[in-house]
């Protein structure tokens, strides 16, 4: 990780710096808009950044994510999406920011945080498909992994995104 690198919560004159930050890491601008939208919709729920010398190095977010079933309708947050800047990837970046989000979604109460990515890099901060195992999703597959933070957090229903996902 570099030493002098500063976690902090998005702001506003952020949004130029992190959409290219995102269109670089994923390749173009899908991730970007999908960002945009669930800021400008309300259904961001944590978002930070990474800065280092004033410079941008790495983004998170965090959005609403409803899990519903026949008897209950409960919150919980998916991760999508985590960029690094290129050359400090495999640094340890992402996962001071995945580390910090999860301190503070904690905190705030969360129970459930849904991801999908790779297994691998997710697996190493408690995301598993077993927890995920038991979720409709249109997103249903070994990629689709969650992590609870309390033992009351839902381990089956519907996942239900935010709207902005349906874009993709």
């Keep these: 990780m570099k030493r002098g690198l500063v976690i902090r919560p998005f702001e506003a004159g952020d949004a130029e710096d992190v959409r290219w930050l995102i269109e670089e890491a994923f390749g173009g601008p899908g991730e970007a808009r999908l960002a945009d939208a669930l800021r400008e919709n309300g259904d961001d729920v944590l978002e930070l950044v990474a800065i280092h010398e004033r410079q941008l190095y790495g983004h998170i977010l965090f959005s609403r994510l409803r899990v519903e079933t026949r008897n209950r309708s409960a919150d919980a947050v998916a991760l999508a999406p985590v960029a690094v800047r290129a050359e400090s990837r495999r640094t340890g970046v992402g996962s001071t920011l995945i580390e910090n989000a ?48 309390s033992p009351e957090a839902p381990s089956m229903g519907e996942l239900i995104y935010a709207p902005a996902f349906s874009a993709l």
């Design 102 to 149: 999860h301190h503070m979604l904690r905190e705030a109460g969360e129970e459930l945080s849904v991801v999908l990515g790779d297994p691998a890099y997710y697996g190493r901060f408690g995301y598993s498909h077993t927890r995920a195992a038991k979720f409709e999703s249109d997103y249903q597959g070994e990629a689709l992994q969650a992590l609870a933070f």
